[in-house]
């Protein structure tokens, strides 16, 4: 991209389709609008301004992604017959998505730097890990969940969330040719028309160019 008087390039992505039950997660870019002059001090060249949102695209997904599965609504699982509590530990997970652990650590590790998938994996809510690597009477491997992730009503402990990923604003703030911050605005799932006070959060991201791939540093929620 040409470099004009402005200081740096805001590339807005929209979100446009979440599928819950499918996980189905569509982005696209809608418009590129310079920034204001001294806003920010680096401006990419097209091939990485290009680079930068096609690998926002995929990590904001992915964000989200993890972001469900780990915190706010977990996966199926299989509950043990009259249901007792499991003798591992581990409640059995049923899901065409992920069937073994490394479906997961490909999903967690392809998306954060190193120190933050190794935290996600192991104690993303500060409890120990919520799924490990489980082995049935056939010597299969599976996923296992927690079974202090699951309530006594047999639902998955996630957390309280009052804002939607359906359609998020996505702000690209490149800093240079490995760092680019995102502004990610969400809305309330119940927004009210009449008053925009309190109905959208703002959410900041870093993704940042290691060994060739583009990483964020930070689940964000």
């Known amino acids: 991209?040409?470099?004009?008087?402005?200081?740096?390039?805001?590339?807005?992505?929209?979100?446009?389709?979440l599928a819950i039950g499918a996980t189905l997660f569509?982005?696209?870019?809608?418009?590129?609008?310079?920034?204001?002059?001294?806003?920010?001090?680096?401006?990419?060249?097209?091939?990485?301004?290009n680079e930068m949102n096609d690998n926002a695209v995929i990590l904001v997904k992915n964000n989200c992604e993890v972001f469900r599965v780990f915190l706010q609504y977990g996966l199926a699982y299989e509950p043990e017959p009259y249901n007792n509590l499991p003798e591992d530990k581990?409640?059995?997970?049923?899901?065409?998505?992920?069937?073994?652990?490394?479906?997961?650590?490909?999903?967690?590790?392809s998306t954060f730097v190193e120190k933050e998938a190794e935290r996600i994996l192991t104690n993303v809510n500060g409890n120990g890990a919520v799924f490990a690597e489980e082995t049935n009477y056939s010597g299969e491997k599976g996923i296992g969940l927690a079974m202090e992730m699951?309530?006594?009503?047999?639902?998955?402990?996630?957390?309280?969330?009052?804002?939607?990923?359906?359609?998020p604003r996505v702000i690209l703030k490149p800093q240079s040719a490995t760092a680019c911050n995102i502004e990610i605005e969400l809305?309330?799932?119940?927004?009210?028309?009449?008053?925009?006070?309190?109905?959208?959060?703002?959410?900041?991201?870093?993704?940042t160019k290691?060994?060739?791939?583009?990483?964020?540093?930070?689940?964000?929620y």
């Open 187 to 207: 809305t309330k799932e119940t927004a009210s028309e009449e008053s925009s006070d309190g109905n959208s959060i703002k959410l900041n991201a870093t993704m």
């Open 150 to 167: 699951v309530d006594k009503d047999g639902r998955f402990k996630g957390i309280a969330y009052d804002y939607s990923w359906t359609s």
């Open 210 to 220: 290691v060994n060739g791939k583009w990483l964020l540093e930070k689940l964000v």
């Open 26 to 49: 569509l982005l696209y870019k809608m418009s590129q609008e310079q920034a204001q002059e001294n806003d920010y001090v680096y401006v990419p060249t097209e091939e990485i301004n």
């Open 1 to 17: 991209m040409t470099k004009k008087n402005t200081a740096a390039t805001i590339v807005t992505i929209i979100v446009a389709l």
């Open 90 to 109: 581990l409640y059995t997970v049923k899901s065409d998505k992920y069937t073994t652990m490394a479906d997961l650590e490909k999903l967690v590790k």
